[in-house]
């Protein structure tokens, strides 16, 4: 019975490996299960034999995936993973994601059904406490869409979109996707633009439609930071006016003082913090920059400086004892 229950789990752990990234090699398999590589096919052909849709590719860049079937297969997830996925379940709820409200709510509940008591107590608990305040509705998200995008970064292929830009303009568009982040009720997918060969923060409210190429994306060795390019465009990307500030504050604090969704920050020496910003008019941005609770040194353009200048003169003369 030994052997029989010593097959069983190593079968588990196998397929547990198999949902955990896209393509295995026999050798790597072979070291994380402590055994040969004849042992990791044998294990292969017997997953095949329950219905599991294991696929091999041969050649130096081949191995092992998990296919598409008939049927899901079971999922095997460890304690955080559960905990997370529950969470996720819950947090779904918002709207953002059309078309999943009925199988997010029949995925929890079946979720919730075979979590340990431990576990299910842990996601509630942490649910419970929470309350997110929205300081506006969600955009609407295409749940296809937006599964069809998470594909495409996870297994890195080349998609073609069908994309309309902040007038209106319909086009279409090759993209090697990077990732996708989400800031608040929006999600953005970090992108790098074939034809124009450089990078870019799309909404994903405005893609209509995804075609994978089968071709892999070209992201290089050291793609850019997604969240970062996803700030910069949040920041200081929609507006005509771009200004850099200089406040005498820690990095830590000058987050507190701007947050990432109003500022691009980059440490000064210890404790000073360069923030870039944006805005629509210059005469505002010297008003509000002239209301922060710190000191603020503006580097650049020369005619907010002055318009600084100018606002805290006028301050200053209305205010005399």
Do not use: F
């Amino acid at each position: 019975m030994g052997g029989v229950a010593d097959t069983a789990a190593r079968l588990l752990r196998l397929l547990s490996l198999l949902q955990a990234r896209p393509t295995w090699t026999a050798s790597e398999l072979a070291e994380r299960l402590d055994v040969t590589t004849r042992t990791v096919r044998r294990d292969v052909a017997r997953l095949r034999g329950l219905g599991y849709p294991v696929d091999a590719e041969a050649g130096p860049r081949g191995g092992y995936r998990l296919g598409r079937g008939g049927s899901l297969p079971p999922l095997l997830l460890d304690d955080d993973e559960a905990v997370a996925v529950a969470l996720g379940l819950r947090a779904a709820a918002d709207g953002s994601v059309t078309g999943l409200d009925d199988a997010t709510v029949s995925a929890l509940a079946k979720l919730e059904q075979v979590l340990p008591a431990p576990l299910a107590e842990r996601a509630r608990t942490i649910h419970g406490a929470t309350t997110e305040l929205q300081s506006r509705a969600p955009d609407q998200v295409d749940a296809t869409v937006l599964v069809a995008l998470a594909q495409g970064c996870r297994q890195s292929e080349r998609l073609r979109i069908a994309y309309r830009d902040r007038e209106g303009r319909a086009s279409e568009r090759l993209v090697d996707p990077l990732r996708l982040v989400r800031s608040g009720p929006r999600w953005y997918l970090v992108a790098r633009d074939v034809e124009r060969d450089s990078w870019r923060t799309l909404r994903v409210d405005r893609v209509s439609e995804v075609r994978p190429t089968r071709r892999p994306a070209a992201v290089g060795t050291d793609p850019p930071d997604p969240v970062a390019l996803v700030q910069q465009a949040m920041a200081v990307g929609p507006y005509p006016i771009r200004a850099r500030i200089r406040i005498a504050l820690p990095m830590a604090q000058a987050v507190a003082l701007l947050p990432r969704t109003v500022g691009v920050h980059t440490p000064d020496g210890p404790d000073a913090t360069v923030v870039e910003i944006g805005a629509g008019d210059v005469a505002a941005m010297a008003a509000w920059l002239c209301g922060l609770r710190a000191a603020v040194t503006v580097l650049e353009p020369p005619e907010l400086r002055g318009a600084v200048a100018a606002h805290a003169r006028a301050v200053a003369e209305a205010n005399q004892p």
